[in-house]
């Protein structure tokens, strides 16, 4: 059974329930011909994706919705061969590149080509150029973009690129010169609210306002998230009502568990007990920025507002280093240390 | 033979000669459909704005029919592409485009052995030639080659090295021109080989020319000062000016009808609506003052409890709302640095945050841990901690 999330997601830009401005826009560049390449960013669960294949279809017609995986094998200039999936219809592809890692120029090279020096197979096709849709564009590497560059000038009779990124800031400004940015926002807690109760309308659901109210706010107006979490208290619950509570990820409650005990006590040993929570978490692909902002945000209400700038330095400090490092562990250890070093001394200056 | 060249002119002239022979029957009305910057891309040297003194430079020594190597370096969107390959055009002319130049950018392979073979290569075959005189007349048509390298700082060193040799052993006959962003990523004894060119960011009143005559024959209405914040929103660089214009003008509602073409005939449904400057810095991503002025506020001392909830706030917000970590640094700076009621010495503090904040975004750092504690840290210095 297919979640709600991807069952009643809108398919038209019509469809979509709030930012109409920018589906307008869309609409305009759409029927206007001379689409120009795009880079889509915006937070995750903004509804990126979304507005992408509605624009397609807006583009092309019903016919996009009509698409196929495709597995290739491209080889590097090592003789390595590298399988990549792609998905097409007959007008447009999607690609995730950063999926190879640093081969990822060479996909992008040899299929970018090779798609604008084919025509449209339909000869009715409603556009001239095929699109082809780039997920995760902020991390292609360096080289990949470069790639681009050319290719995004030469080929544009035959090529338009959507890239889809969470930020501009991995992408290198002779791309972002080529492109017309889109930034999606994420939907106000209002406009999630309406999503809800959309849902639960067509799924026969009973809507409780309480609950979709506080499954908007806590979802921190992240749609996907605010959906599924609606789902799992429908799926969990025989009878729902105002007050019923919404069951956090287990990884969530995870970290719940360590904030607590890195309240209570300031020890190396509980150092060590929080590590193997940690390694837990990062076995079950927790993204290790992931680990330290949900941890650090759970420890702010815990603390007090003097304390506060100071744990968020650090914690930023550590992110940075996790990025920058290869250890991840060593680094979210370092933040847990560092925290109950703060608080201790915070402590301390209070009884005297 | 006559038909044959025909054919070749014609698709040579064509814009970026990718279009082919049947779709140029079939749909030829859809041939120019493209993104305005491709449709706007100078033609000749002349059309290129800005650049005056390069232009000048390059106009002397076509009528010299000499070249020396050349290395073009400057910011994304400033003509560098443009400008070669109009040279190009302008010394062979659409026949001999093709067995004359050499275009190997950053989507071609080019390690160290290819670039040695593609280069030799094309450097040994025979220089083509035509006989009609007045094609002669019209294009200078010197005796050498050009090999233009685009995108060259993201060539290794090594492949730069190599290609010290192969530029001298065919200099009689070929002629190279590197393009680059940054200078520095080119290596000194490959550099210290070529006439340097820099390109600039466009100012004011050269872009403002391009860019309104595009409104013109796109029959585009800008209100007031709209050019402007065309200008100052794209930076300098041309490109993103002229596309930020043309998403402008879909959104007032400009719309192009088939069969349109740069002649400037064609109909537009000129709706009464104009570009204004919200729009365009809407288009452009910058954000909103009154957003950028609450976060201000929020950072400001006050005398009861700490300013943590009000900007962990405001930063959510911001952070839900996408508006990327670079711009909002961007117009944070301004706002801060202009503000005449903070003091030398804390506004010395702040910039030191600033420089550590926006080496952090290049790594690649969480852009809401990032900006909360920039946002954090200011607020601190503020009220004198
Ligand atoms: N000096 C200029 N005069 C007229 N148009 C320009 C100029 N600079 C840029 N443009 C416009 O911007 C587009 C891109 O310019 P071009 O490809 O020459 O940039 P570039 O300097 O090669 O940039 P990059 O470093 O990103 O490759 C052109 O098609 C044209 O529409
Ligand atoms: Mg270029």
């Known amino acids: ?352 | 033979m006559a038909s044959f060249f025909d054919l070749k002119a014609r698709k040579a002239a064509l814009a970026n000669g990718a279009a082919t022979k049947e779709t140029e029957k079939k749909d030829g009305e859809n041939t120019r459909v493209q993104p305005w910057v491709e449709k706007y891309r100078p033609k000749t040297l002349s059309d290129v704005t800005a650049q005056d003194h390069t232009i000048t430079v390059l106009q002397r020594t076509l009528q010299a029919s000499n070249l020396p190597h050349m290395l073009f370096y400057g910011p994304p969107g400033t003509g560098k592409t443009s400008t070669i390959l109009a040279l190009a055009k302008e010394l062979y002319g659409p026949e001999l485009m093709k067995s004359r130049v050499l275009e190997l950018n950053a989507s071609d392979e080019r390690g160290i052995s290819i670039v040695r073979e593609k280069v030799k290569d094309f450097a040994r075959m025979q220089l083509t030639n035509v006989s009609s005189a007045a094609y002669k007349a019209r294009y200078p048509c010197p005796p050498f080659k050009i090999i233009i390298l685009d995108e060259a700082d993201s060539m290794t060193q090594d492949a730069q090295s190599a290609l010290r040799r192969t530029m001298e052993t065919y200099s009689k006959i070929t002629r190279f021109c590197l393009i680059c962003n940054y200078v520095t990523r080119i290596i000194d004894p490959l550099a210290s080989r070529c006439s340097k060119f820099r390109f600039k960011s466009l100012d004011q009143g050269n872009a403002k020319k391009r860019l309104e005559e595009i409104a013109e024959k796109e029959k585009v209405g800008l209100d007031e000062g709209a050019v402007e914040g065309l200008i100052n929103c794209a930076e300098g660089d041309l490109r993103k000016a002229i596309t930020y214009l043309q998403s402008a003008a879909r959104l007032v509602g400009a719309v192009q009808q088939p069969g349109g073409g740069d002649d400037g005939e064609d109909g537009m449904d000129v709706d009464k609506k104009t570009v204004s400057v919200k729009i365009v810095q809407d288009i452009a991503g910058v954000i909103p003052d009154e957003t950028i002025q609450r976060l201000v506020k929020a950072m400001r001392p006050t005398t009861l409890g700490g300013n943590y909830t009000p900007i962990a706030k405001e930063v959510e917000d911001m952070v839900a709302d996408g508006w990327s970590a670079g711009q909002v640094v961007t117009q944070l700076y301004q706002a801060v640095v202009y503000d005449e009621t903070i003091e030398d010495a804390q506004k010395n503090k702040i910039l030191l945050v600033f420089s550590e904040i926006d080496k952090r975004l290049v790594d690649g750092a969480d852009e809401h841990l990032s900006i909360l504690d920039l946002a954090l840290r200011i607020s601190g210095i503020l009220g004198g901690r």
């Open chain 1, 1 to 352: 059974m297919a979640l709600i999330v991807d069952k009643h997601r809108p398919r038209s830009l019509d469809a979509l329930t709030y930012h109409d401005e920018l589906s307008d826009r869309l609409r305009s560049l759409a029927q206007s011909g001379d689409f120009p390449h795009l880079l889509f960013y915006g937070p995750s669960g903004a509804g990126k994706k979304t507005r992408i294949v509605a624009t397609l279809k807006e583009l092309y017609g019903p016919g996009v919705e009509k698409i196929k995986i495709d597995a290739r094998v491209f080889q590097t200039s090592s003789n390595r061969k590298l399988e990549f999936n792609i998905v097409a219809s007959v007008y447009h592809l999607e690609i995730t590149p950063s999926d190879v890692g640093n081969y990822d120029r060479v996909v992008v090279q040899d299929l970018l080509k090779e798609v604008a020096q084919t025509q449209q197979v339909d000869q009715s096709a409603r556009q001239r150029f095929k699109v082809v849709v780039i997920n995760e564009a902020d991390h292609l590497t360096r080289d990949a973009q470069a790639a681009l560059r050319r290719t995004m000038e030469k080929y544009s009779p035959n090529l338009r690129l959507i890239l889809v990124g969470e930020s501009t800031a991995g992408i290198i400004a002779p791309i972002r010169s080529r492109c017309l940015l889109v930034r999606v926002a994420r939907p106000t807690v209002g406009e999630v609210e309406g999503v809800l109760r959309g849902s639960c309308e067509r799924e026969g659901w009973e809507v409780r306002e309480g609950l979709v109210g506080r499954v908007a706010r806590e979802s921190g107006r992240n749609l996907r998230r605010a959906l599924l979490m609606l789902e799992g208290v429908y799926a969990q619950n025989e009878k729902v009502t105002d007050d019923t509570p919404i069951p956090p990820p287990d990884w969530e409650g995870l970290i719940e568990q360590i904030a607590q005990e890195i309240m209570a006590e300031h020890t190396s040993a509980r150092i060590l007990q929080v590590r193997s929570k940690l390694y837990d978490l990062l076995t079950h692909c927790i993204p290790p920025t992931t680990i330290l902002k949900t941890l650090t945000f759970k420890l702010m209400p815990l603390i007090d507002d003097d304390l506060k700038p100071e744990v968020i330095k650090w914690s930023a400090f550590y992110e940075h280093r996790i990025k920058t490092g290869t250890k991840v562990i060593f680094h979210l250890e370092a933040f847990v240390a560092k925290f109950m070093r703060i608080l201790e001394m915070y402590l301390m200056s209070m009884d005297m």
